[in-house]
């Protein structure tokens, strides 16, 4: 047995869900295929007459023939799998959504537990725990939600069939707003670890995605190592976090990065309204984060961060929103005629 056979014997004992067991049978069928030849060497002492085959030729031809059909319907399946998840992110469509990537057993489902607080989220202490993208929303506060995605932890050298077998699971990663790289920081090699995963990432064709590092299991360092590894990290990778999924209020760090990522992602508005139009403040004040409420006459004057399905049925309902952000920067565009010439000038105002 060689590496990729081993690893790929770990999945198949981790594998729980009907859809992970595809995967890992699909995989190992794509592995198994090309080295049929040599499995079947017994039997090359067999000859057949002139015009015949023999008994090894022809078991080849069986298997691979049989081996073909399992992969085309595997195939099929996870296509039907694919198409299934689609229509569940559509459904999830508007909401901030943070992918965990990372090396195998970096803590990963336990930083997804400790946010959402979902006892139902697998936890243990090995390699390849976690097959199944799982999600869970996680509240911030203020009205403010994000749906975290557990996903498959990576490894030096994954075998190529495997990681196309997972696609179907790591579409999670593409459609995230951010993903959120987690480090086992008390792993001597963590920095390999860290290029390993980034490598994946590039081979998904998600590796230029905004990316939040995060170190995770600093309590397992004794603090005389702890903060030059800190000041370290920060000077390699600034704005990155440092959490543990075992202390207390350890993950805070990590949810008020979250926090003000979600905000950023729900421009600022200003929503106009007639007085009498109660239902529609109670769904702004429930679903969006009001700033300021005033009145100018006789309409209801509301600053607020809300996102585009929320602005969209205000507008449907009569409700007149105006993006503030984009209001400021035509404002500040049109004092400066040649700041259309500037391409960094809409980012800064936008900001």
């Known amino acids: 047995m060689d590496r990729a056979e081993l690893i790929l014997d770990i999945f198949a004992t981790r594998a729980r869900t009907a859809e992970a067991k595809m995967q890992v049978e699909l995989a190992q069928l794509e592995y198994m295929l090309p080295r049929l030849t040599r499995m079947w060497t017994h039997l090359e002492k067999f000859r057949g007459g002139i015009g015949m085959r023999g008994p ?25 799998v694919t198409r299934g998840r689609e229509v ?13 990537v990372g090396y195998t057993n970096a803590g990963k489902s336990s930083i997804l537990r400790g946010l959402s607080g979902a006892r139902d989220v697998f ?75 980034n490598g994946v990432l590039e081979e998904l064709g998600v590796h230029g995605k ?20 800190e000041q370290r990290i920060m000077n390699l990778l600034p704005n990155s976090v440092f959490v543990s999924a075992v202390a207390e209020d350890g993950l805070e760090p990590l949810r008020r990065t979250l926090l003000a990522r979600a905000r950023a992602s729900k421009p600022l508005a200003e929503i106009r309204l007639g007085a009498s139009e109660g239902r529609l403040l109670a769904e702004i004040h429930r679903l969006g984060e009001v700033v300021e ?28 929103v ?30």
């Open 210 to 229: 905004a990316t939040l590092h995060v170190f995770n299991k600093i309590d397992a360092l004794p603090g005389e190592t702890l903060i030059p590894l």
């Open 88 to 100: 569940q992110r559509q459904g999830r469509k508007g909401t901030f959504r943070a992918s965990l």
């Open 322 to 351: 105006t993006d503030l952000a984009s209001s400021n920067g035509a404002q500040s565009r049109g004092s400066d005629p040649a700041a259309a010439d500037r391409p960094g000038d809409e980012a800064v105002d936008h900001s």
């Open 123 to 197: 936890v243990e202490d090995r390699l390849f725990a976690t097959l199944d993208p799982l999600t869970r929303e996680v509240d911030l506060g203020d009205n403010n939600h994000v749906l975290v995605t557990d996903t498959v932890g990576f490894i030096r050298k994954l075998p190529h069939h495997l990681v196309a077998s997972f696609r179907a699971t790591l579409e999670e990663v593409r459609e995230a707003d951010v993903l959120l790289h987690v480090i086992d920081s008390s792993h001597p090699t963590w920095e390999d670890q860290r290029h390993v995963v």
């Open 56 to 80: 090894g030729e022809t078991q080849l031809e069986t298997d691979r023939r049989l081996i073909n059909h399992r992969i085309r319907q595997l195939k099929d399946r996870l296509s039907d």
């Open 293 to 320: 409420q005033g009145t100018d006459g006789d309409e209801l004057v509301i600053r607020a961060r809300v996102d585009e399905a929320l602005a969209g049925r205000l507008k449907r309902s009569g409700a007149r």
